[in-house]
């Protein structure tokens, strides 16, 4: 197995216990993450809380919602859970595991594993947080002319300069036309501050969309498998069906027009009325790049079958291919000749993604296009419905659309912080589809853009009878057997959705160099204990 | 009239105009504030856009989900929206109206209007988003020594230092644990970072519960009349049916219990299943404080009758009478014996509200109590949908909950501070109480809580038919006559909703010393006019 000291001989032996040991044997079935540490904790404080009779009576897991109780764990399950468990005994026991740490190649939370948020966003907020700080002298020693500018600016935008005041509801207006601003000199074609609305992060306008289009269980939305939670959570909350189509692995997760068709068809001949397709470009989990001609024929697709395009375009900075680049849908239909009576489209973007991944501040927009004033009222109606999205959000929104210029003060920095990223992401990008595809039974697609890559991997029907004899899935034995040897994190991908019979699982490409030469390692090894141990 | 010169001769002569002339006037029927005004520019850009086939059929406003379209206007409806319009005209031509400013008592925005915010809680703001300030020697120069003692401490109670990462969906474990802290020092009684779920103000965790509770219209909550838009529209989004109880305005606005009961028995004999009910102290739009043996009634009952107990205190902080103070319902709830296994109590609490008015940075918690472990895991899923709250609300709720202490460099500015804005809401509320009470017809409970005054207003018949005779609500009627008369804003009662028969008003009492006496001049005179042009 190598001579790395990492590597214990119980490494070599896959039984993986799919419950932590820091979780109490008797506990119940739970279904996220961190209940069971605090249940456990509770129980300890409060003995009387389990077998409580007025609150269980005033309110029992059979009296909720049930499409409460229908929505999947949003953060990953298991092995996330497992992983934060074996973290907490690795802090207590360093030697209890084969391995000092555990590597979270789950998370899209760039600044948590150590990234260093971009210098001039922060130094903006800081003042526009504190605008004393431009009154005083000592400020134009700690902080970028620009950065100073830009604040002053911004605060001249908001009525009052009051950032601790409520917004309009869908944004300060200035800078809902800086975004729009941005968003046209980006696609080439107009945009206007009425159709954003800036939200906090791409969470809640999805839900927003979703409130709007279905009204019962016979409203279906076309949804891309593999996908993440978000969408199909936010339909499940709202009791619609879930239409899938397949993303095309051979063709590198592309859009199969022919299965969309397909599944629309289907899904009308069953009486459901189909109300919008989900698009996610760059993808998520799958790290695909749509080609423009693949994004020309979503268009048409929609446009003939009378659906809203939801262009989920949250990664649209994070593009690592020169083959292929960034296209907007809106900008791949007016191209096309189509305006705003041709096609309903709502794009989706968020100060989370991107390569500055400001995912603490809670930013993004929704650019609403395509729809008449009536149905416009009533998406500003449900908008309305939490005052406002938060100020920094939104100031941080405008910052993405709108990063410095030649000649400002922080040009070569931000540029260079971006350079740097960037560059960072696609070296990862290429070194684990490398690495993936030269392990046995596996393969992987490009890393043309998003945070991640999502390789499949052909399991030895050994392994599969191990998996059953545990009673979980193959992708997660898998997972979780890499987590128990390696401390390496990764989704399996039955947690996204994927093709019967196939198994995947999700890999962020967010590690630094030193880091990624340690898991390239890592999985090498475990990959190649698993398939000896299980080989058929 | 009196001699002041803003009192025109129309304004003598009540024939208030509904619709606003800043809109065009074959425009439709809009149910949102600002759609009329960017519908009106978006036809002058796109001509095709009404009329467009292609969207008109991929989405009508009667293909929307029918919940959607039940919303009430979340904005106050036509008297936000005309005064807004008339600000405009006022911008273009001063002399359009017998006043030159518009008023605006309908906003619970109080940096909007003005207020500063609070130093030392901006000062940490600005220190955390920026943190590379705390190496530099000028920080000492700019920034209070408490203020950078905090953010230091509040980084280093974020993994990784990290502000730009997501937290724990429920917010960073140590702001909770303050929080928590800051609880139990407020109560008396122990709390728990394990049911505190930090959230972007107070509506989404209001939402959230929504969710958790209401299965279909066949399950009710009992909600507060009068009230404010938030609990309504969140129960008319999931269907739920309202189950009105009517405050008693004799008794100031406390909850008649015998109400309740019969509200309650009426809903479940027609076979309403009622999950919860809603109290809101102090209160908004009414701004009484419920009495501690009326809190002890509303708990008992609760209890009783197996009822989640939803309560409203995020207008803890603002208290104006020394005859009773805040109590939160957890601390009435355990001082008489009751423990977690006796209640099922949610309490909500917001950075907007309280004297600080910090409503742009969408801060807030619930505090979750009562409820089993299978419970509480479904409470989890639903609050992970969105990731996490933003990380500058969540650290304001921390220091919110934590001011500064004895000691501290910023203790004396802070609880000064705090002490203008408390007194100053307190004089303005005893101004327009005694105001009110002095006017023909009109009644006004005391201002003991909250930001607003809601006095009831025996209307003439004559102005009640001149109200019918353009269709719209006498209170509505009276709203206007006063916007266009005098340039305030308040909000008619039947937005909150009110007893059959009775009319009021919501007017806050945010306005500073000088522009309330000018409002108080305007008041009385405007209502001496209205009374003699509409006495039966």
């Known amino acids: 197995m190598g001579g790395n000291g990492d590597w214990g001989g119980d490494s070599s032996s896959f039984v993986p216990t799919v419950e932590s040991t820091c979780h109490p044997p008797h506990a119940a079935p739970v279904t996220s993450p961190r209940s069971r540490p605090y249940r456990w904790r509770r129980r300890r404080r409060r003995k009387d809380e389990e077998m409580s009779p007025a609150s269980a009576r005033a309110l029992t897991v059979d009296s909720l919602n049930p499409k409460v109780l229908a929505l999947a764990d949003h ?82 935008l908001i009525p009052g300069r009051a950032t601790g005041g409520y917004s309009h509801c869908q944004g300060t207006e200035g800078l809902r036309n800086a975004i729009a601003t941005g968003i046209a000199s980006r696609d080439g074609f107009p945009c206007y501050k009425e159709d954003i609305f800036l939200t906090d992060g791409a969470a809640p306008p999805v839900h927003m969309v979703m409130h709007l289009l279905i009204r019962d269980e016979k409203d279906g939305i076309l949804c891309p498998i593999p996908s993440h939670f978000l969408y199909t959570n936010s339909m499940v909350l709202r009791g619609a069906t879930l239409v899938p189509y397949h993303l095309d692995e051979s063709g590198g997760w592309g859009v199969s027009i022919l299965d969309l068709k397909k599944q629309l068809d289907g899904a009308r001949s069953e009486g459901i009325t189909v109300r919008g397709l989900v698009v996610v470009n760059p993808g998520n989990p799958t790290g695909q790049v749509l080609a423009g001609e693949n994004q020309c024929e979503i268009v048409e697709f929609c446009r003939n079958e009378e659906l809203v395009l939801l262009a989920d375009e949250v990664y649209q900075e994070n593009v690592y291919t020169d083959e292929k680049k960034f296209n907007s849908f809106k900008k791949i239909a007016r191209s096309m000749g ?93 070194a684990m589809v490398h690495t993936f595809n030269s392990l046995e039974g596996m393969t992987c697609s490009k890393a043309e853009g998003a945070m991640f890559v999502f390789p499949s991997v052909l ?78």
Chains 1, 2 share one sequence.
């Open 75 to 156: 953060l990953g399950g298991t092995i996330a859970r497992k992983a934060q468990c074996m973290q907490k005994e690795l802090e207590k026991n360093p030697s209890l595991y084969p391995f000092n740490e555990i590597i979270y190649c789950n998370l899209s939370n760039p600044q948590s594993l150590g990234q260093q948020p971009n210098k001039y966003f922060r130094e903006v907020l800081a003042l526009c947080d504190y605008p004393h700080l431009l009154d005083r002298c000592e400020t134009s020693y700690l902080f970028s002319s620009d950065a100073i500018a830009k604040a002053r600016e911004i605060l001249d």
């Open 338 to 430: 189509y305006g705003e009576g041709d096609i309903s489209l709502i794009s989706f973007h968020s100060i989370s993604n991107g390569y500055y991944g400001e995912c603490g501040s809670r930013g993004g927009y929704m650019e609403v296009t395509g729809f008449n004033s009536e149905v416009r009222n009533q998406v500003y109606k449900v908008a309305s419905l939490s005052s406002c999205s938060n100020i920094s959000g939104q100031i941080l929104m405008s910052l993405v659309m709108n990063p410095p210029k030649v000649g400002d003060e922080s040009y070569t920095s931000y540029w260079e912080e971006r350079e740097d990223i960037i560059s960072s992401l696609c070296h990862c990008g290429e």
């Open 459 to 536: 399991l030895p029907t050994k392994a599969i009878a191990a998996a059953e004899a545990i009673s979980i899935k193959p992708d997660v034995f898998y997972a979780l057997c890499l987590l128990e040897s390696t401390g390496i994190v990764v989704l399996p991908g039955s947690v996204f959705g994927q093709v019967p019979g196939k198994w995947h699982f999700r890999c962020t490409i967010l590690q630094q160099e030193e880091k990624m030469q340690r898991i390239i390692y890592l999985f090498q090894a475990f990959h190649k204990a698993f398939m000896e141990e299980f080989r058929d």
